[in-house]
């Protein structure tokens, strides 16, 4: 199935942040004016479509919030030379306006959401010939709006709710995560009633309502409220939108060979036929820097790699077959991996101690050997195995463990792993043991995949000194990790500075 990468550039440029107010009173005469855009479905159209660019950002998707995600957490880390982008990994926080730590995610996340809030505002307003095609819009403004607030809540929580196009005088009020998560379930309820269960082959890429509805279970799960997930989870595995399977191949989820599958439940469009920047010109790329920022060293940059402990934890289990589990070969680079796999694709100009081990999900060692800034691999953002794993999680947290085995034995089962019960027979009913087990099952299904922090975060691993310390044992950066106040970011000070209804963060 052909990918298609949705971007247009159309006057969309204001956005949120406070530190940009004089270049936002530049008036281009080339540009249209609001009073003389929104007027037609194609106008709307390309409004929606601007949403989608925001995933080709430095802030987002392309590049940097891969660093606060999965560096961040105990999966990995960084020794860059550039020291303070490292520091960003290992709770040292100096300069709060730091660049790639923290503000360009920051500036991004707000830019896409005014993008969100242009197409809500003005989409209503317009004729349509189907008002069906008017609600998919809105629909799809909804989820992006409730996408980026999830993730700004996952990082910083306490932040500003805007719901409307913001204007360069505007000072919008602080709230409390709680607030922030209400308006998150609010736009994902109004987007599913509106999202079709799914689009023709010439729209792949856009949300669905099964897409929706994965959302909505992450944000109950990041708040206990294990019935509402339990709900929404069983929308995707039981109910109308159990439209969903693993594929046979676990690497298929992470080439460009077999993207939008039947595993997929939401990924990110990226491609690599435009070779340009990251701005608003025509020539802008659509593509991914993972990859080079996380490749081992002599094929990319290596600001990121993966910690050791990873591989150990594959190594703790054989297969049915008595081999280690796949999933190792295709997760991770490291020393052993070509005695261990036989795997001759790797160690081409590559470069690494004994002790060190590299992300290589998304990577392209399939058919080159060596990354750029246009990687063109999809990122599934939400797969179902991630899907049967939270499933599992709940049914464990509202009492019913008997029941969550299965939807883990679904995801081992596809790499020849034996039954859970078989090969942890410990485990038996105790809440507490499965879902110590389950973290772990969580690690070797979707390390690197962006979804340990909230993980660490929804199971209050870092709410305690004693639990910060046991993470500290496979990774020290976790040294420097200071209980009630690093499992947030700190608020860009510039904008906290120019606006007098957001404050730092008492803790910073």
């Not at 929804?458 to 950066?477: C, H």
């Amino acid at each position: 199935m052909k990918k298609i990468i949705i971007i247009t550039v159309v006057f969309l440029g204001l956005f949120f942040a406070s530190s940009c107010e004089n270049e936002l009173d530049q008036n281009s005469p080339n540009d249209l004016t609001e009073d003389q855009y929104w007027k037609t479905e194609s106008d709307a159209q390309a409004g929606v479509n601007s949403i989608y660019a925001m995933f080709y950002k430095d802030g987002l998707w392309a590049r940097w919030i891969y660093f606060r995600l999965d560096l961040t957490s105990d999966e990995g880390y960084s020794v860059s030379p550039w020291t303070e982008l490292a520091d960003w990994t290992r709770f040292n926080y100096v300069n709060y306006n730091f660049w790639e730590g923290n503000v360009v995610t920051w500036r991004d996340t707000y830019k896409a959401i005014f993008r969100c809030n242009q197409v809500l505002a003005n989409v209503p307003n317009i004729t349509f010939q189907n008002e069906e095609d008017k609600k998919k819009i809105i629909a799809q403004a909804k989820f992006f709006r409730a996408l980026h607030y999830y993730y700004a809540a996952i990082l910083w929580e306490d932040i500003p709710l805007v719901l409307e196009p913001s204007k360069t005088t505007d000072n919008p009020a602080q709230v409390n995560v709680t607030e922030v998560y209400a308006q998150i379930e609010k736009d994902l309820n109004e987007a599913f009633t509106d999202l079709p269960p799914s689009w023709g082959d010439d729209q792949t890429g856009r949300p669905d309502k099964g897409a929706a509805k994965a959302f909505l279970a992450k944000l109950y799960m990041q708040q206990h409220k294990w019935p509402e997930a339990k709900t929404a989870l069983e929308y995707l595995i039981t109910g109308p939108g159990a439209k969903y399977s693993l594929v046979s191949n676990y690497r298929d989820n992470f080439t460009d060979t077999n993207e939008n599958n039947n595993e997929s439940v939401f990924e990110i469009q990226f491609g690599d036929q435009r070779k340009g920047g990251t701005g608003e010109d025509q020539n802008a790329a659509v593509s991914s820097n993972r990859g080079q920022f996380f490749a081992p060293r002599g094929i990319g940059w290596s600001d990121g790699q993966a910690r050791f402990w990873l591989i150990d934890a594959f190594k703790q289990e054989k297969n049915k077959d008595g081999n280690l589990d796949t999933r190792l070969r295709w997760t991770l680079y490291y020393p052993d991996l070509l005695a261990d796999f036989g795997d001759k694709t790797y160690g081409r100009n590559w470069e690494w101690n004994n002790n060190e081990a590299w992300f290589r999900k998304g990577s392209r060692d399939y058919y080159r050997d060596n990354e750029d800034y246009y990687s063109q691999v999809n990122y599934r953002l939400i797969r179902y195995a991630d899907i049967l794993l939270r499933y599992a999680e709940v049914l464990n947290e509202t009492g019913n463990t008997a029941a969550a085995y299965q939807y883990v034995d679904m995801v081992r089962a596809r790499v020849n792993m034996n039954t859970l019960a078989t090969a942890h027979p410990e485990i038996g009913n105790d809440h507490d043991k499965f879902l110590e087990r389950l973290k772990t099952e969580r690690v070797l299904e979707l390390a690197g995949e962006s979804v340990r922090w909230e993980d660490l975060k929804r199971w209050g691993d870092l709410n305690s000194q004693a639990a910060v310390d046991k993470i500290a044992l496979r990774d020290p950066d976790f040294n420097n990790f200071v209980v009630g106040k690093n499992h947030r970011l700190p608020i860009p000070q510039n904008d906290a500075n120019n606006n007098p209804n957001l404050e730092q963060h008492p803790e910073y």
